[in-house]
């Protein structure tokens, strides 16, 4: 039986022959994420956050809500309206809407309705985030897509409840009709920011190129 290290010494002493033990070699001791890798990892979820928004957006508002017109006579859903509705609209649409098509309107809204200011807002965060480097102006212009998701799923929520309260409350139709113009309006703003980081992110890129060589030792 193979004697320990330490029963050797307390045997032979100093002249005790020891075998030396030694670590594997690290494997890859240096990494390979560049600034430039990170930087490009960062565009392809944004490239892929941008295409999945645009196909929620046309689902929801081109699609989906204009699908929704044959269970109301031809009139158009609240969403779709920039400029608003009021109370007589909001009459003439639950007069013209039985309770299964204000039931999928709702389904619309937890569904598509929530996934697009969700999705939307995450890639115009990762979008300012990784072009704009002043801290002040980012959070900015973060404000204007976090804005936008809690102002539309807010007026998604006015919308239902509006739809389905038992009388037209003109209360109800007020604020839903502010949340959706108020939507409209922050998605163009943040599409505008988004434009104006991703200018902003190319002017600092061209001026101060990185090289892409190796250091010689």
Known sequence: M??????RIKKHGANAAV???????V?????????QKAQGNSNLIVIAGVVASLFLFWYLHLLTLNQLTQL???????????GGFDQGFVGQLRGAMDADA???????HKTAGTLFPLIFGFTWLLLIGTNVARKGLRWALWA?????????LWGNAAIDGMMSAGTVDGGQVALASALTVAGWVLLVLSLAA??????MGRKRSADNPTTTGHAQP
């Open 194 to 199: 988004g434009g104006a980081a991703a200018f």
């Open 102 to 108: 204000v039931g999928q309107l709702n389904y619309v």
């Open 19 to 25: 075998p030396q033990h030694h670590l594997p070699p």
């Open 144 to 152: 204007l897509p976090l804005l936008f998701v809690v102002v539309r």
């Open 72 to 82: 109301s006579g031809g009139l158009a859903m609240p969403d779709s309206l920039v």
């Open 27 to 35: 494997i890859n001791p240096t990494t390979s994420r560049t600034p």
């Open 2 to 7: 193979a004697k320990t290290p330490a029963q």
